[in-house]
């Protein structure tokens, strides 16, 4: 994107370079690049980081709760197999004590209409009413008198072997009737599970909540990159600006000095014109003053000589005197 005309880079290359500590050195002047923004402390990567744990904690519990349920649907399903399994056990098992009464009653040449086959289904029926509780209102007097007469007589060796498996059977019954109730008590569990599951879709909501969270956080980061642009082309343009007001008196005092070394030029022309224009006047001025040397020093010499005649004068006097 960009600010006031400077480019700001925040791809791919800002996001590895924040999550490494910082990013490389840019030479572009016009590009700043946002990750290498406050490398010691970076609080876009701490925002990330923070967005992050929060999104990873949210679908963590999400799917932590996610698997207890699966675990819970899973230990069912393997209910359902073992309870299949005691289920199929009690078939066979039952439908191995019907082959065996039925070989049994062959065995004794026993007819379906038989007194002692008839007898046999009685005393069945009795077992069950027995069972019930309801063995007055079950039976006409004249079962219930057969039943007497029975229990008086004994029963007969097929009749008590074939109670025996009868009684076998009922349990095997009572054991395939259990597992088949268990079997559909956790199918139920299953399918309600799962229903509670479609109706709250934790796991869905858990991931839409940490894109949610995500997204503001990248609008939040955005924001914050933006504004650290923002400062960093601040301070650049403030030092440019203090660049340029330095570059800017500094040319002033270069401009100053080539106006004094003009004004010295122009002094020292102005010199050399005055010497050139005068300098017939100091060669006649010199020219006269060698002439008054010469006369000065005539005089001098004349007055040394004067001077010298005057002492052999004096001297002359001095010895006239002694003679």
């Known amino acids: 994107m960009r600010v006031n005309n400077n480019t700001i880079f925040m791809g791919d290359n800002t996001l590895n370079d924040r999550h490494n500590g910082g990013a490389q050195e840019k030479t572009n002047r016009n590009s700043v690049f946002a990750g290498d923004f406050n490398k010691k402390f970076d609080p876009v990567t701490k925002k990330r980081q923070d967005a992050r744990k929060q999104a990873m904690k949210i679908v963590s519990d999400a799917w932590a709760g996610d698997q207890k349920i699966d675990e819970g649907i899973e230990k069912s399903r393997n209910k359902v ?127 839409n909540e940490a894109e949610d969270i995500m997204e503001a956080a990248s609008r939040e980061v955005m924001g914050m990159l933006v504004d650290e642009a923002k400062d960093h082309i601040d301070e650049e343009l403030e030092e440019k600006k203090e660049a340029a007001e330095e570059k800017a008196e500094k040319e002033k005092e270069e401009e100053e000095k080539i106006e004094n070394a003009k004004e010295e030029k122009a002094s020292k022309k102005e010199f050399a014109e005055d010497v050139a224009e005068h300098a017939g006047d100091v060669t006649k001025a010199l020219t006269q003053m060698d002439s008054t040397m010469d006369e000065v020093q005539q005089e001098i010499k004349k007055l040394m000589e004067e001077m010298k005649l005057l002492d052999e004068d004096l001297k002359g006097a001095a010895v006239d005197a002694s003679m």
Request: net charge negative; glycine share 4%.
């Open 81 to 207: 197999k073992e309870f299949q399994n005691k289920k199929y056990e009690a078939e066979r098992g039952i439908k191995e004590i019907d082959d065996a009464r039925a070989a049994l009653k062959d065995s004794y040449g026993i007819t379906d209409e038989s007194q002692e086959q008839q007898d046999l289904l009685l005393l069945e029926r009795k077992i069950a009413a027995e069972r019930r509780g309801d063995v007055q209102s079950a039976f006409t007097p004249e079962e219930q008198e057969r039943l007497a007469q029975i229990e008086a007589e004994g029963l007969t060796e097929y009749q008590e072997r074939s109670l025996d498996m009868k009684k076998e059977k009922e349990r095997l019954t009572e054991d395939w009737q259990n597992a088949k109730d268990a079997i559909y008590g956790e199918l139920v569990s299953i399918a309600a599970t799962q229903v509670n599951r479609l109706k709250s879709h934790t796991m869905i909501d858990a991931q």
